[in-house]
């Protein structure tokens, strides 16, 4: 295994297609492992250079193949595309993206750490909440809209909703406002959400 020079991986989420380079760019290693089985090769493996795609998994395996000694590199998929050859599978995508670690001019991604991943990671869920929010405004709108009444927009009428609809002096049905009060709890659930997300963030 010491004449493998690069280590392209193909990722899956439970499968890993691996294809070795020596330094003549002459394919010496073509092998599928599962995660247990491609830690465990990598931790045999001399000092070599690991290439895979950047994308969701890769910087944890890098961190990991660092650990072991190996040098990571992560590729932006676009800057792999060009070296596909023939038609696309997975062993066919690892050997394009080894040959692509081996271009002086390639272009690679920084490894991220522990840390900054899980800031990404705050900040992902923070979005998502605020989708989900975005969403729920909306949905009472159109509700409202349904029976007559324009609630006007911005999160201070939300958070004032039922002290706005008893200012329009307009008789809803009972079922409704019961509708209304479930979803109105549940947008200020996720602004609730929001907050404590946006505390992580500044801690």
Known sequence: MSSIQILGIDLGKHSFHVVGHNHLGKEVLRKKYSRNQLISFIAKLEPTIIAFEACGGSHW???KCIDLGHQAKL?????VKPYVKGNKNDFIDAAAIAEA???PSMRFVAVKTED????ATIHRI???YIKERTACMSRIGAILLEFGLSLPK?????KALFQWLAEQNQELPPS??????????????????????????HD
Do not use: F, T
């Open 61 to 63: 395996l890098a961190r």
């Open 116 to 119: 900054a991943q899980v800031i």
């Open 101 to 103: 670690a081996s271009r």
């Open 75 to 79: 590729i932006p998929p676009q800057y």
């Open 126 to 128: 923070r979005d998502g």
């Open 154 to 158: 911005g999160h201070a009428k939300m």
């Open 176 to 201: 409704l406002l019961n509708e209304l009060c479930s979803i109105h709890e549940h947008y200020s659930y996720l602004s609730q959400q929001i907050k404590e997300q946006d505390i992580k963030l």
